[in-house]
């Protein structure tokens, strides 16, 4: 089966601009998560979306970053405006419900500069 | 908020040696998950306990849950230089839907 789809896979702004990711989940997986990884950390979790209502997404920071999942299937994360501190890569995973193993995309490493 | 530490954050090993990580809960999970993050790569998941007291194994890879559920541990027998990557455990509780992830231990083996 097909994995975990995402695009850019790279991406470097500068500061104050803007910037979206796309993220298109295993087929059938109600369950979809954004994660940001910075280099030597564990994944945290922003966002989670079971079909297209948010299920958590108290770390989120909601003055620059916003995310939606359409019809319950892909999914796309915004910053606007990015920070020095957004540089990161950022995962998207699905799993078939909450709480089953998930399934991470390759991710995209933003650069902010 | 709930909160998973993992020890140790790095261990260098010479290639058949042994190799352990433990991952410690501030809270009682109902489930704990492990997942491997080659480098440059995404974490894969590898397993997950939901009983006390529960081990499973995977070829070399042995998985325990604590009794209290408030703490799990990966073992990995005679590591091999395919053995290389950071491990994390991430775990949830209660009512919580969600995941939490440790920081990872960083895995190096010396052939």
């Known amino acids: 089966e097909a994995g975990v789809a995402q695009s850019p896979r790279y991406k470097i702004i500068e500061k104050r601009q803007s910037v979206a990711f796309w993220c298109n989940p295993i087929?059938?997986?109600?369950?979809l998560y954004w994660y940001q990884q910075i280099l030597g950390q564990g994944p945290k979790l922003l966002i989670q979306?079971?079909?297209?209502?948010?299920?958590?997404d108290s770390q989120l920071p909601k003055d620059r970053f916003s995310a939606e999942r359409l019809k319950g299937v892909d999914s796309t994360l915004k910053i606007q405006p990015a920070k020095l501190e957004d540089s990161a890569v950022y995962l998207c995973?699905?799993?078939?419900?909450?709480?089953?193993?998930?399934?991470f995309g390759p991710g995209t490493r933003l650069t902010v500069t | 908020g709930q909160q998973v530490m993992q020890i140790p954050q790095y261990q260098h090993v010479q290639e058949g040696e042994d190799f352990t990580t433990y991952c410690n809960s501030s809270?009682?999970?109902?489930?704990i998950q492990w997942y491997k993050q080659r480098p440059g790569g995404h974490p894969v998941f590898l397993i997950q306990?939901?009983?006390?007291?529960e081990v499973k194994k995977q070829k070399r890879l042995t998985f325990q849950f604590g009794e209290a559920k408030k703490n799990s541990s990966l073992h990995i027998t005679a590591t091999q230089t395919t053995d290389v990557g950071t491990y994390f455990c991430?775990?949830?509780?209660?009512?919580?839907?969600?995941?939490?992830f440790g920081k990872g231990t960083l895995l190096t083996v010396n052939p």
């Open positions: 995973a699905s799993s078939f419900r909450s709480l089953m193993e998930q399934y």
């Open positions: 087929s059938g997986h109600a369950t």
């Open positions: 979306f079971q079909n297209n209502g948010v299920v958590d």
């Open positions: 809270t009682t999970l109902s489930n």
């Open positions: 306990l939901v009983k006390s007291g």
């Open positions: 991430a775990g949830s509780g209660g009512s919580n839907y969600k995941l939490t």
